[in-house]
C-alpha cells in the first residue's frame, strides 16, 4: 500500500515537472537569427546615411554637429531650450547614430546619443525647429535557469554555463556566509533561477536579481530566497529553506545553555600557578559539565579535529576567507577533518582534556590567521525572519522551491580525447 502511494507520489512530482518545463519553454527566446533592422530608434534607416560612431576624448556636441552641418542656431536652441533633457556640456565618449541626408550636402538630420544600453536622447534637425526628446529602448527579462556541477571552482562553471560574470558574484555574495566559496568541493551542485534582460529580443543588457537559488556543499542541500521582511526599510535578505538568515552571523557561544563564562579574552592575564606572569588567554571560556554538547558557532569546513599538547582533543572550523573557530578541551569531538557543518551543529562534547583545571570549553576566534576576541568583534548582523512572517515566507517560497527541484541536473560525461590531438601535441 505504502509503496502504491510512493508510486503515485512520484507521478504526480513528475507531472508538476513537465507542466512547467512546457511553460519555461515557451518564455525562452526564440532563436538567434535576427531579421534586419529597418527601423532604428523610430527611423527608417533606409532614408538615410546611416552612421555609427563613439564621442571621442575632447568632442564638443557643437564641433560635432557643426562638423555634420547642422545650423548654428539650432545648436544654440538644443543647448538652451533643452537643457532640461540633455546638457550638451555633459556629453561622454559614448556610442552614437548619425543619420544623414541622401543628398550630395549630407547633412545631419538625426543625432542620436545612446546614454547607456537602455536609454538614448534623439536630436532632430529635419523642421526648421530643432528639437530633442530622450527615448528608452524595449526591455525585456527572459527568466533563465541554471544548473551545474562544480569541477574546478564556481566561476569557470558557470562561465562553461554562458552566465553573466556578476551572477557568480551575486551568487557567492548570497552564500559568504554559509559556504565558503574558496574551498569547494568537486562534485557540489547548484541550481539557480534568475532573468536575464535583452534589448530587441537579441541585444544581452545584463542581469537581474537571483530569484532562487540551490546549493549542495557535500552533500548538504541549502536553498535561498530572496525576501523582503521590511518593506518600509526595503530590507532584501535571502533565506534558506527553514526561514533562516543566509547572512547569518556567528552564534554568540558555542554552548546552547547552561554554561558559566568562566575566563574572558585576555592580553594580560596573570595567574598565580605560574608566579603572576602574564600569561595571555586568547580564549573565551565557557564553563559547562563534561559531556554537555558543543556547537558550531557559524557554517564551516572541519580543518582540524585532532588531540594535541594542551589543547586536548579540539575541533577547528574554517568559515571563509576572513574566520575560522577552534573549541578546546573537548571529551570527544563528533566530526572529522574535511566535514562541513552548519552553524548549530553538535561537533562534540565538553571536557577536560589538556591543561584545564575544571570541564570547559575554550573557544578560540581566529580572524585573518590571528587570534581575537569574538566578544569585542563587530561581526556582521543578520536580522532573524519574524515569527509573524513565518507563515508568509513559506508560502512565498513553496512554488520558487518546487521549480528549483525540477531543473534538471545534466552531468557532463567525461571527455575523450582523441588520439590524434595526442600525437600532434608530442611530436
Ligand atoms: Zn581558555
Known amino acids: 500500500m505504502q509503496r502504491f502511494f510512493g508510486a503515485i507520489l512520484a507521478l504526480l512530482i513528475l507531472v508538476s515537472c ?5 511553460l519555461v519553454q515557451q518564455l525562452e527566446p526564440k532563436g538567434t537569427v535576427q531579421k534586419p533592422i529597418v527601423k532604428h530608434f523610430g527611423f527608417n534607416l533606409e532614408d538615410y546615411q546611416v ?61 542620436i546619443y545612446q546614454n547607456d544600453k537602455i536609454n538614448y536622447t534623439v536630436f532632430d534637425f529635419r523642421d526648421s525647429t530643432a528639437n530633442a526628446y530622450k527615448g528608452k529602448r524595449n526591455v525585456k527579462s527572459v527568466e533563465r535557469e541554471v544548473a551545474g ?48 534582460r535583452f534589448i530587441n529580443d537579441s541585444v544581452y543588457a545584463g542581469r537581474g536579481p ?20 521590511d518593506s518600509l526599510k526595503n530590507i532584501l535578505d535571502y533565506y534558506d529553506q527553514d526561514a533562516n538568515n543566509l547572512r547569518s552571523t ?26 603572576y606572569k602574564v600569561r595571555p588567554h586568547k580564549g573565551t571560556d565557557y564553563a559547562a559539565p563534561i559531556g554537555t554538547p558543543i556547537i558550531a558557532t557559524a557554517d564551516g569546513t572541519v580543518t582540524e579535529s585532532t588531540r594535541r599538547g594542551g589543547n586536548g582533543k579540539y575541533v577547528k572550523i574554517r568559515h571563509n576567507g576572513t574566520y575560522s573557530t577552534q573549541y578546546l578541551h573537548m571529551k570527544k569531538q563528533k566530526v572529522k577533518r574535511g566535514e ?18 575544571g570541564p570547559h570549553v575554550c573557544y578560540r576566534f581566529w580572524k585573518n590567521g590571528r587570534q581575537v576576541d569574538p566578544l569585542r568583534e563587530k561581526l556582521p548582523s543578520a536580522e532573524p525572519i519574524a515569527d509573524s512572517l513565518k507563515t508568509d515566507f513559506l508560502a512565498h517560497i513553496k512554488p520558487l522551491k518546487s521549480q528549483l527541484d525540477c531543473i534538471e541536473l545534466i552531468i557532463p560525461e567525461p571527455e575523450l580525447q582523441p588520439e590524434e590531438d ?3 601535441l608530442n611530436p
Open 18 to 22: 513537465k507542466e512547467k518545463k512546457e
Open 51 to 111: 552612421v555609427y560612431d563613439t564621442i571621442k576624448k575632447g568632442e564638443t556636441f557643437g564641433e560635432l554637429m557643426l562638423k555634420n552641418k547642422v545650423d548654428y542656431p539650432k545648436i544654440i536652441k538644443i543647448a538652451e531650450e533643452y537643457k532640461d533633457t540633455f546638457d550638451i556640456r555633459r556629453i561622454d565618449r559614448k556610442p552614437y547614430v548619425l543619420l544623414k541626408s541622401k543628398d550630395t550636402a549630407e547633412a545631419a538630420q538625426v543625432f
Open 149 to 196: 556541477i562544480i569541477e574546478n571552482n564556481l566561476s569557470e562553471t558557470l562561465d562553461n554555463l554562458g552566465v553573466d560574470y556578476n551572477v557568480t558574484i551575486d551568487l557567492s555574495e548570497i552564500y559568504a556566509w554559509t559556504i565558503d566559496f574558496f574551498r569547494l568541493e568537486k562534485g557540489d551542485k547548484f541550481k539557480l533561477i534568475y532573468d536575464e
Open 210 to 229: 537571483i530569484k532562487a537559488a540551490l546549493f549542495e556543499h557535500k552533500g548538504t542541500p541549502i536553498y535561498a530566497f530572496p525576501y523582503v521582511t
Open 250 to 275: 556567528f552564534l554568540r557561544a558555542p554552548i546552547k545553555f547552561g554554561y558559566r563564562l568562566s575566563s574572558r579574552y585576555n592580553l594580560k592575564r596573570r595567574i598565580a600557578y605560574y608566579g
Open 340 to 357: 562541513f557543518v552548519r552553524q548549530g551543529d553538535v561537533i562534540g562534547w565538553v571536557g577536560m582534556t589538556g591543561n584545564t583545571g
Open 422 to 424: 595526442q600525437l600532434t
